[in-house]
């Protein structure tokens, strides 16, 4: 079992730059690839960002490439996300996943957290 917490999430306005958290308690945190993902209301949720177990892979969404990184101190068991030039239409509630591989299907992640609203105003 592993338990998920969000952190960082706030109002900013378009441009801005914020930095998502992820902290993970329970099982070994590097046993797990880890996701970042996004739902705004109404629409179903989307793929940002994902990292691999040892933090050597990153695989993005294309609408957040070249502005979103993700990276991973498993030494901390936490998982960022780092948004920079950040615009209304990134305006959603951002969520952590855990499972076996990177992956860009939700359903391929096992452990979910709460979530962290993003608002971006422009």
């Known amino acids: 079992q592993v338990q998920l917490v969000e952190s960082g999430g706030g109002l900013v306005q378009a441009g801005d730059s914020l930095r998502l958290s992820c902290a993970a308690s329970?099982?070994?945190?590097?046993?797990?690839?880890m996701g970042w993902f996004r739902q705004a209301p109404g629409k179903e949720r989307e793929f940002v960002a994902a990292?691999?177990?040892?933090?050597?892979?990153?695989y993005y969404a294309d609408s957040v490439k070249g502005r979103f990184t993700i990276s991973r101190d498993n030494a901390k068991n936490t998982v960022y996300l780092q948004m920079n030039s950040l615009k209304p239409e990134d305006t959603a509630v951002y969520y952590c996943?855990?499972?076996?591989?990177?992956?860009?299907?939700?359903?391929?992640?096992?452990?979910w957290g709460q979530g962290t609203q993003v608002t971006v105003s422009s």
């Open positions: 990292v691999s177990r040892s933090g050597g892979n990153t």
């Open positions: 996943a855990a499972g076996p591989y990177s992956n860009y299907r939700a359903r391929g992640y096992d452990y």
């Open positions: 329970g099982r070994t945190f590097s046993s797990y690839a």
